[in-house]
C-alpha cells in the first residue's frame, strides 16, 4: 500500500509517500516493511509523519478491558504529540527487558543483585520520563474529553464531570517528585521482584481509570455509558491533535458502527463530516448511516483471479 501524506494546499508530488508493505521472510513467514521518502523506518516514526486516530472493535473494552488497551491507547496518543515520548517508551522497553532478564539470572544464583544499578538507573531515567508525558497528556485531554461527553451525552455531563485519571502502583507520597516514588517502591519490592523473576513496577503495571463522580465506569456505568466515554475520549483525541497546529488527524473507523447505538452513530457521522479525510471499514453497507454513505465513496476488497486480495470501486455502493 502505499500513500502521499501532506497538506491540501502542497502539491502531490511534494507530500511524504508512504509505503507499507508485507514482506516474505526466508523462513517461509512475513514481515511489515515501512518505508518514508524512499527510507526503511519503523512504525513509530510514522507518528510524524502522518498523524491518526484509531477507532476499532477492540476500543469498545477501553472502559472495562485489559489495562494494556488503555496504556496503548494513550501511548499512541502521547508519541503522536512528543517523538521524545516515543524514544523514551522504547528505551524504557529495553531497560525491562534486559532487567527481568537479570532479575530471573538472581532468582537461579546466577547473578548478583549489585548487576541491576546499571538497569535500574535506565529504567528510572525512561519510566520518569514516560510517566510525567502520560499525567500531562491527561491534564492537557481534561477539557477536550468533559466538552465532547457534554455534546454526546449533556443530561449526563449536566449531573457530573467524565474524567480520566492515572492509576499506579508507585503513587507519589507528599513532597516526592515521579522519580523518587519509583525509587521508592522499586527499593520496597526488590526481594518480592527477585522471587517473581520480573519487574513489579513502573509504567508498564499503569492504568487509567475512567470515573465520574469519582467512581469508576469499568464497575458501576451502563454499557451505553461506557460507549459514551468511549466516543468522547476518541473525540477528544482528535481535537487535542488537531490544536497541534490545526491539522485535523486521518481518523480510521474499523468496523465500529455496528457496536454504537443509533445516536451515538448520528453523532459520529457528524463529526467525520468535519473532517478532510477519514477511512471507514465494515463487513457490509448496511451498518453505515445513510448520510455517511450519500458523501463517501466505496471500495471493496476482492479476490482477483490470481487469487490474491485487491481493492476495487465499488460503484454500486456509496461508503466512505
Known amino acids: 500500500m502505499e500513500a502521499r501524506v501532506g497538506r491540501r494546499d502542497v502539491p502531490p508530488d511534494q507530500r511524504d509517500a508512504i509505503e507499507v508493505a508485507l514482506v516474505r521472510t526466508a523462513s517461509g513467514g512475513a514481515r511489515k516493511r515501512i518505508r518514508v521518502n524512499g527510507v526503511a523506518r519503523r512504525a513509530g516514526a510514522l507518528h510524524g509523519v502522518l498523524r491518526t486516530v484509531l477507532f476499532a472493535p477492540e476500543e469498545m473494552l477501553l472502559v472495562a478491558g485489559s489495562p494494556s488497551l488503555r496504556r496503548e491507547a494513550l501511548d499512541r496518543l502521547a508519541g503522536q504529540r512528543s517523538p521524545a515520548y516515543v524514544r523514551d517508551l522504547a528505551t524504557y522497553g529495553r531497560a525491562l527487558q534486559q532487567r527481568n532478564g537479570l532479575l530471573r539470572a538472581i532468582r537461579e544464583e546466577q547473578a548478583d543483585r549489585s548487576e541491576l544499578r546499571f538497569w535500574d538507573q535506565t529504567l528510572l531515567e525512561a519510566g520518569t520520563a514516560v510517566r510525567e508525558e502520560r499525567q500531562r497528556l491527561l491534564r492537557d485531554l481534561a477539557g477536550p474529553l468533559a466538552a465532547a461527553h457534554a455534546e454526546i451525552a449533556p443530561d449526563e455531563a449536566g449531573e457530573t464531570r467524565l474524567e480520566v485519571t492515572y492509576s499506579t502502583n508507585a503513587p507519589q507520597h507528599h513532597g516526592e517528585t515521579v522519580r523518587d516514588a519509583l525509587v521508592r517502591r522499586l527499593a520496597e519490592t526488590a526481594d518480592k521482584e527477585v522471587w517473581n523473576g520480573t519487574t513489579l513496577i513502573g509504567p508498564h503495571r499503569d492504568d487509567l481509570v475512567f470515573e465520574m463522580a469519582?467512581?469508576?465506569?469499568?464497575?458501576?456505568?451502563?454499557?451505553?455509558?461506557?460507549?459514551?466515554?468511549?466516543?468522547?475520549?476518541?473525540l477528544a483525541e482528535l481535537d487535542l491533535l488537531t490544536e497541534l497546529d490545526g491539522r485535523p488527524p486521518l481518523l480510521l473507523l474499523d468496523d465500529v458502527f455496528s457496536e454504537l447505538d443509533p445516536e451515538r452513530r448520528s453523532h459520529l457521522v457528524r463529526r467525520i463530516s468535519e473532517l478532510p479525510q477519514a477511512f471507514v471499514t465494515t463487513t457490509t453497507l448496511d451498518d453505515l448511516d445513510p448520510a455517511l454513505r450519500s458523501v463517501g465513496t466505496a471500495w471493496a476488497v476482492t479476490t482477483g483471479p490470481d487469487g490474491n486480495s485487491r481493492l476495487e470501486r465499488d460503484d454500486g455502493g456509496r461508503a466512505g
Open 214 to 234: 469519582g467512581r469508576p465506569l469499568a464497575t458501576f456505568a451502563s454499557r451505553g455509558q461506557q460507549r459514551t466515554a468511549i466516543l468522547a475520549f476518541k
